[in-house]
């Protein structure tokens, strides 16, 4: 996200638990794009006081939290938000709090109720707060890029799950997820204001044949 963001010339602070987390990431820092965070602030993202501090000034706030910190911390994060005056909120979420093509919950069909329960748990915290402006963005199992970059092949809309891209029959990357919650983020007028947000593929592959 951070890098996505710095490439089209926001000012990116960051806030992380450990420093060792920006190299174990999945997609770990450029030692050039790490020159560029303006701010790293290390601190329990649960932490008020922590997050007061890295929240002064802020026009917007993405939160990236692992679901394992997730039901202590997203709660404290939403609360500091509101109370630091930004704006604009986005956060993250999975496939299994969206719908279904068929207008049927995904998280049973899915085998995932679980997470489709805190997912959507946050969901109704962003839905009660006092931010103006937030979204949910609800990609499904990520991979890594060929070459650092978005692939272009995803689109994003309310709601509904596409499931050419949940049974990985098209690889969501890292860079297309934040390509997109970067553009929602800066774009009040993305159409996306407080709702969840589900990928689908652009193109629609075509069906193999058999002779």
């Known amino acids: ?15 992380i638990r450990s420093e060792a987390k920006l190299h174990a990431h999945p ?3 450029e030692k050039k794009v790490f020159k560029r965070i ?14 007061a501090t890295a929240l002064a000034g802020m026009e917007c706030v993405i939160e990236c939290l692992a679901n394992d910190i997730r039901p202590t911390a997203v709660a404290a994060i939403i609360k500091a938000v509101g109370d630091a005056g930004c ?3 986005v956060c ?9 093509p068929s207008g049927y919950p995904a998280g049973p ?10 997912h959507l748990h946050v969901f109704g915290l962003l839905r009660a707060s006092s931010i103006p402006h937030w979204t949910q963005v609800c990609p499904s199992r990520m991979v890594l890029s060929e070459d650092g970059k978005p692939t272009g092949k995803f689109g994003i809309r309310p709601f509904v799950v596409d499931l050419e891209v949940y049974a990985a029959k098209a690889e969501l990357t890292y ?3 934040a390509t997109a919650v970067v553009n929602i983020a800066t774009v009040e007028s993305s159409g996306f204001d407080k709702l ?16």
């Open 175 to 177: 860079e297309d997820t």
């Open 92 to 100: 993250l979420g999975g496939t299994p709090a969206l719908l279904l």
């Open 196 to 211: 969840q947000v589900a990928f689908f593929l652009k193109v629609v592959p075509p069906l193999k044949t058999i002779n």
């Open 38 to 51: 303006r701010n790293v602030f290390v601190g329990d993202a649960a932490d008020a006081a922590a997050l």
């Open 27 to 29: 997609v770990p820092f």
């Open 109 to 118: 069909s899915m085998g995932m109720q679980r997470l489709a329960d805190l």
């Open 1 to 15: 996200m951070a890098r996505a963001a710095i490439d089209i010339g926001h000012n990116v602070s960051i806030m």
């Open 87 to 89: 704006p604009r909120l």
